[in-house]
Each structure stands twice: as C-alpha cells, then as structure tokens.
C-alpha cells in the first residue's frame, strides 16, 4: 500500500523567509512519480511539479525548489523568499508509474501555510 | 496543456433532491477519471475510479447507490449524488490522467445541502 506523510500540519512564516514543507512516502512500487499541488482558498489545485522516481536530480524553479532524495523516502519542497500569495495548503502526492494504468494518486494530509506580511 | 472543465462550481440543494457534477477534459481523451471528496481543512479523499465505457470502482465505504458515476464518453464523466442530505455537503473535485501521464484537475465543485 502507499502512504504519503505530511507531517506539518500548519505552518506561518514571515514574509520572505524562507520554509521547507517535508513529504515522506512509502511504496512497494518500484517506480513511481512524486507530486506537489497547490490549494489556495479558492480550491483548485495547483499542479507545481512531478518527479520520477529514477530521477533524483534536485528542481529549481524561481523560487520553489524541490529536494528528492530516495535513501530516506523524501521529497521536501522549499520556498525561498517567501510571500503573502504563496499562503496556501500544499498538498504531497504518489501514484504508481509505467504504461497507461488506472493509477491512483495517494494525497498526504497537506500542510498549511500562512505568510504573514 | 491538458485541462478540465468541472461544472457547477457551486451548487446549494435542498436535502432529499439529487445534484449532477459535470466533469470534461477539453483538449485530451481521458479513459480514466477519478472523482475525490474533500472535507473541511482536510486531504482530498478518493472516491471512485472511472473508466470510459465500464462501471466504476468505488473506494471501500463509499455508497455506489448515493454516488452514481457515469464515464459513457472519453471526455465526460459525471456524478451524481442522489437524494442528497446535509452530510454530503462537501468539496467534489474531480481528474483525469492526462497524456503526459500527469494528473489533471479539475476546479472543484461545493456542495451545500440545506
């Protein structure tokens, strides 16, 4: 079975500093893909990366950056220089990799983030 | 890119009445779609998984009587929630696998039963 572990519940930041979101998963597979979403209070999500799992290169896209490391089963997710408009929950997500299979995403709990100005 | 249109966005209904959720992907064929539940302040939770031209397979606890899911086309899906009652008030989002083997989502639909 897969489990994605967001072990931050809620977290607040002053503006412009910077905050990791840990992501912790578990799998049998032996591929797969990584994703972070985006929920702001509007409630559509966002879709801000996917990574595979025979790729453990580290992503950097202006200021989010993603730390994929597969010997500890994590996928971190840090915002650099943090803003008011980055408050959102943020969610962690696993699904199964290969061919053109019904495979499920498996959401972790989300961490809140507050940037307060 | 790969998008999909979900309809109402917002829907309020009186309790005992049934509520349409429409879900198209606009651009791709999706054979498969996956319909989520979110409650308040909590992680999206799957419901069913639907698969163009066959019935849907529901997650364990999930009513497929209440929860009727329809997948007759590669680019619509719907859900219906029949005879509705406060306890079904929710956030429904629905997605589809997209060609890029990416998940492509929705923008959500709330529902208010009263």
């Known amino acids: 079975a897969q489990k994605v572990t967001q072990a931050q519940t809620e977290i607040s930041v002053v503006e412009k500093e910077d905050v990791t979101l840990d992501c912790v998963y578990e799998?049998?597979?032996?591929?797969?893909?990584l994703f972070w979403y985006k929920q702001p209070p509007s409630g559509e999500l966002v879709f801000l990366i996917r990574?595979?799992?025979?790729?453990?290169q580290n992503e950097i896209s202006g200021r989010y950056s993603w730390n994929f490391q597969k010997s500890t089963s994590s996928f971190n997710f840090t915002i650099t220089a943090s803003q008011v408009v980055d408050s959102a929950v943020y969610f962690c997500?696993?699904?199964?990799?290969?061919?053109?299979?019904?495979?499920?995403?498996?959401f972790g709990k989300g961490t809140k983030l507050s940037v307060i100005p | 890119g790969a998008v999909v249109s979900q309809h109402p966005s917002r829907v309020i209904c009186k309790s005992g009445t049934s509520v349409k959720i429409e879900c198209r992907s606009l651009?791709?064929?999706?054979?498969?779609m996956f319909w989520y539940r979110q409650f308040p302040k909590q992680s999206l939770m799957l419901m069913a998984t639907?698969?163009?031209?066959?019935?849907?397979?529901?997650e364990q606890g999930v009513e497929k009587d209440k929860f009727l899911i329809n997948h007759a086309s590669l680019t619509l899906s719907t859900l219906t929630v029949t005879s509705a009652h406060p306890e079904d008030s929710s956030f429904y989002i629905c997605?589809?696998?997209?060609?890029?083997?990416?998940?492509?989502f929705g923008s959500g639909t709330r529902l208010t039963v009263v």
């Open positions: 997605s589809a696998r997209d060609l890029g083997n990416g998940y492509t």
């Open positions: 799998t049998r597979d032996t591929t797969y893909y």
């Open positions: 990574r595979n799992s025979f790729d453990e």
């Open positions: 997500a696993l699904s199964a990799a290969g061919g053109a299979g019904s495979y499920q995403l498996t």
């Open positions: 651009d791709f064929q999706a054979t498969t």
């Open positions: 639907s698969n163009e031209g066959s019935k849907a397979t529901y």
